[in-house]
């Protein structure tokens, strides 16, 4: 019985008590579209009837809703935003400004009601405010209608008409979408690039089009025994109904967008997989997706274990992988992928259903908790994927070294803006992008080496589990990655998030101390501080390793290498240039000190990171003759 009651103290000691919700709240929509299309006119009619539901202790005088399409004009600001050298998009420079009427993308509102009442509006380029004809209330709900048509640009970013693989709806961002309002106030951000942050919800979306065309899309096919192409459960007899179009009837349900996309030519592989989700493959069949297209079913169906077992469930009954768009792109429950997109790319964006489709944070403000969390997953999975032999490459150790490297060679070439800028407001592209994937991957890898691999890992569980189906900011992660550890990390968001300071440390001197002891002396000439893990080997190839704490975590991490000797030394006060570690080992059977031979840390200067004996020296130089 003890056992039994201490294991279900623990369980609830670990799952409910230390990670028991804030009692943030949130808004919800519930939307109910029937969209039209005319592919003549590369336009649709949309009916639109929208469920808020105001959880907010405030009163809403307006609601606003991202008109995506009208960015597609010339002299947008995601226009102006390309037409700079500097942060423009290499895929669309100069294409906005080039844009015919007949190409452009645009949504009119023709009507706008409230609770059955007209409501005031003003599209303010990819924003439309709405003036409401009576407020609505605190924990209140209000039904908005809608009429609207839309004309589909030529794809020009994301989404649009004739992809350049030939696609030919690529419908993300396509329909007039409720802006989020949550406790930091409404988040209306202009579309010039970057990307997107949405209201939970559920979405019906029924869709008339030529019967023609093959669709995929978020969310799962309501009608699919009318639909046939695929949808249907094996053995039924598929009916479609007469008429020139066929209405595709989607439901998604907990999501925070939908989107779809749309071709004749499209081969449809579908993997029904024991515990779910089905996943549909869709694609043109030709030389261009030959080669990773025809493999994907196969490998994504076992990466999907992997990535269950390491980073949560996926709670969807369906997951589209969609040939669409000009790059690879996530939307909850559904990915855009170019023909010739690699498996690394198909990893990447299967990984973004956890770090935004899941996991709903705000993707211009905190573009690293996306990219970066997904880059650093997808390293996981791919180096799973080759393990197994189910894609070609030999494994890593660690597979995040190379991005670690790659970011401390950047560091020397660039001056790097706070990891804390929003993706549209970055100086440069460049920049903007190392920040999100790069900076973003490193960041995990740090707080691994910080907490150590078993408890870093329990932790992203724990981040999955209480923020899934939520809108985490970067306090609600650290929080989480702080209470599993058992350490503050505040000190850790401070240099890494808000500040651009660089991580240096160095051994000063190692020396005898009296006939049993030596001393090693180290100093940081960078102004990041961090715990430092500290590996001495000895003669016979013995290794101890000493972890150095700083007073400010008031905490250590644990052993990861149950074969090492380990010892948590005195902690690093971070106002004190340097520091003395004195071991119990004779100073003539140490042949070498090395500060993170894990290479996690991303010290930009590893030279002055290793002291070896005179002698080791010697013999190493010898070596090399
Ligand atoms: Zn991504």
Redesign the pocket.
Known sequence: MRTLFSLLFVFFLSSNFLFSQTCRWQQRVQYQMDIDMDVAKHQFDGKQTLKYFNNSPDTLYKVYYHLYFNAFQPGSMMDWQNRNPLTADSRVRERISNLKPEETGWHQVKSLTCNGKPAKFEVKETILEVTLPEPILPKSVAELKMDFRSQVPVQIRRSGRDSRDGVAYSMSQWYPKMAEYDYQGWHLDLYVGREFYGVWGDFEVNIAIDRSYLLGASGELQNAAEIGYGYEPEGTAVRQPPGEKLTWRWKAVNVHDFSWSADPDYKHVVVRRENGPTLHFLYQPNENTQATWEAMPAAMDRAFDYIQKNFGEYPYPTYSFLEAGDG?M?YPMATFLRAGAGVGTFV??LM?AWYYGMLGTHEGKYPWM??GF?EYATAEVLNWLKSEGLINGKPDENPHIFTNNSYISYLKRTEEEPLSTHHDHYLTSRGGGVGA?VKGHVLLTQLNYIMGDPVFRKAMLNYYHTWRFKHPNPDDFLRVMERTAGMELDWFQQYFIFSTKQIDYGITSVEKANRKETTIRFNRPGHFPMPLDVVVTFKKGKQKMYNIPLYMMWGTKTAENPDMHYEVVKPWGWTIPEYELTIDARFKDIVKVEIDPSQRMVDVNRDNNVWMAKTAQAENSGEKE
Do not use: P
Request: proline share 0%; hydrophobic share 0%; aromatic share 12%.
């Open positions: 690879g996530e990447h964006e973004h996306d990219e997904t994937y």
